[in-house]
């Protein structure tokens, strides 16, 4: 009988485990912004917030397809959309709309500022707000036959400067294949006392592309890449499935603030740029610094670690997708929204139905963690995960907002075309957020 009721027991404890295991506990509350009218024509890229005055939240995304034309009340004309809200995030007023891709917000000395590129690939743009988003300058060019790449990524200040990371492609031979293997990350310095609406105002760093910085072909130990495709040729996985060769994109930009840390410079003139890693592989980011140098110039190479081997690659959870980096000056800490897998070792062939590319490309689980020095990181939470997996909740920004962080995803719901090609914007708070760390 003792063992009966033992064995009774022990059955009892699993059961209320697994059950346990089953339900997520979300840190934030989420909220559709927007939805598109038609998902299967019409698609959601890009979204990007900032805090601005008075507790006002100011938010961007783009719309692709024929809804570009048909907003009701429509101020402007282009993708880019600009709302604002002054309840929280409870409700969102349109403004006005931009023909800017891949655009960020942010802000300085109490101006709002919009910064993308011409169309696919175009040059820079930057337009501002004076009156906290409620109406906005006409664009100015930055720079003149550039190719540019980017995505909403964070923008810090230092000073009377600010600082950001766009991709540059001054290669552009791998013409019909995603050329991350190209991709530049540049880091941008703006002199916010000269102007950001004018071109003198900025510095680009010198360019560095993955293809000339890293021979793909000598690495080893590490599974990268994870498929087999090197510069400059791409490989089919199954139909309509390519790898392109492994680069680098979407990029962060921090500082290193703690004289303990190995890459810690004292004189404050080095920024370590995060990327995504595109490698076929997970959790890990892609790395490189900038140094600015006495001539005002700023040179871009890789880390070193003290065994005086190259760093490229460092740990990150869901480095593999597009993620934001924020750093909290009251924590401390360095605060990380990405994208978690959750299955990236299934055979190509054996994907979920509705995975869009490669095993690495899971969307749908959005998470945070923090971390005191970009290397070791802790979970805070599940942020949100969409009800298929087609229906994402990825390429998301995020802002301190007082004591909440304040986050924008590009998402979709069961309507969604697929994983890549959301059809909502969605809002999420995650309150008290400090009191997430342990």
């Given amino acids: 009988m003792r063992t009966v009721r033992h064995t009774i027991f022990f059955l009892t404890c699993l059961l209320l485990i697994s059950s346990s295991q089953a339900e997520v506990s979300f840190i934030a509350n989420e909220s559709v912004v927007y939805r598109c009218q038609s998902p299967q024509e019409n698609c959601l890229y890009n979204p990007t917030i900032v805090a601005g005055r008075n507790n006002r939240l100011i938010i961007g995304f783009e719309i692709s397809g024929p809804e570009t034309?048909?907003?009701?009340?429509k101020i402007g004309?282009?993708?880019?959309?600009?709302?604002?809200?002054?309840?929280?995030?409870?409700?969102?007023?349109?403004?006005?709309?931009?023909?800017?891709?891949?655009?960020r917000l942010f802000a300085a000395d109490g101006v709002i500022y919009l910064i993308g590129h011409v169309g696919h690939r175009g040059d820079l743009l930057i337009i501002q707000s004076r009156d906290n988003g409620d109406t906005w300058s006409a664009p100015v060019q930055l720079t003149?036959?550039?190719?540019?790449?980017?995505?909403?990524?964070?923008?810090?200040?230092?000073?009377?400067?600010?600082?950001?990371?766009?991709?540059?492609?001054?290669v552009n031979e791998m013409k019909k294949t995603w050329d991350v293997s190209e991709m530049t990350p540049a880091l941008m310095r703006g002199d916010i006392s000269r102007g950001l609406m004018s071109p003198e105002a900025w510095t680009f760093a010198d360019p560095l592309p993955f293809c000339q910085a890293v021979e793909d072909k000598d690495m080893e130990y590490f599974g990268v890449p994870f498929f087999d495709a090197y510069y400059p040729k791409k490989t089919l996985l199954?139909?309509?499935c390519g790898f392109p060769p492994v680069g680098w994109l979407e990029s962060n930009v921090v500082q290193i603030s703690d004289p303990k840390h190995y890459w810690y410079d004292p004189n404050g003139k080095t920024f370590?740029?995060?990327?995504?890693?595109?490698?076929?592989r997970t959790n890990l980011a892609a790395m490189l610094k900038a140094v600015e140098?006495?001539?005002?110039?700023?040179?871009?190479?890789?880390?070193?670690?003290?065994?005086?081997?190259?760093?490229?690659?460092?740990?990150?959870?869901?480095g593999?997708?597009?993620?934001?980096?924020?750093?909290?000056?009251?924590?401390?800490?360095y605060w990380l929204l990405s994208t978690q897998s959750t299955d990236s070792m299934t055979r190509v062939e054996m994907l979920p139905e509705g995975r869009y590319g490669a095993p690495d490309n899971e969307r749908r689980r959005l998470q945070l963690h923090f971390s005191r020095n970009m290397v070791d990181w802790c979970f805070a939470g599940m942020v949100a995960i969409g009800p298929s997996e087609k229906s994402?909740?990825?390429?998301?920004?995020?802002?301190?907002?007082d004591d909440d962080l304040v986050i924008l995803s590009r998402s979709g719901d069961l309507n969604a075309r697929d994983a890549h090609n959301g059809n909502i914007i969605t809002f999420h708070r995650v309150k008290n957020f400090r009191n997430l760390i342990y």
Avoid: C
Avoid at 320 to 333: G, P, R
């Fill in 69 to 73: 034309s048909d907003l009701v009340n």
């Fill in 77 to 103: 004309s282009g993708k880019n959309r600009i709302y604002v809200s002054d309840d929280d995030g409870a409700s969102w007023q349109y403004r006005t709309n931009f023909e800017m891709m891949q655009e």
């Fill in 144 to 170: 003149t036959g550039q190719l540019w790449h980017s995505s909403a990524h964070n923008v810090i200040r230092k000073g009377r400067y600010v600082y950001m990371v766009m991709e540059r492609n001054d």
């Fill in 238 to 240: 199954k139909p309509h």
């Fill in 272 to 280: 370590h740029i995060f990327s995504r890693a595109h490698t076929g």
């Fill in 293 to 318: 140098q006495p001539d005002g110039t700023i040179k871009t190479m890789l880390e070193t670690a003290p065994s005086g081997k190259k760093l490229v690659y460092v740990p990150l959870p869901g």
């Fill in 320 to 333: 593999q997708m597009k993620f934001y980096v924020l750093y909290d000056e009251t924590s401390k800490m």
């Fill in 392 to 401: 994402s909740r990825h390429y998301a920004s995020m802002e301190i907002d």
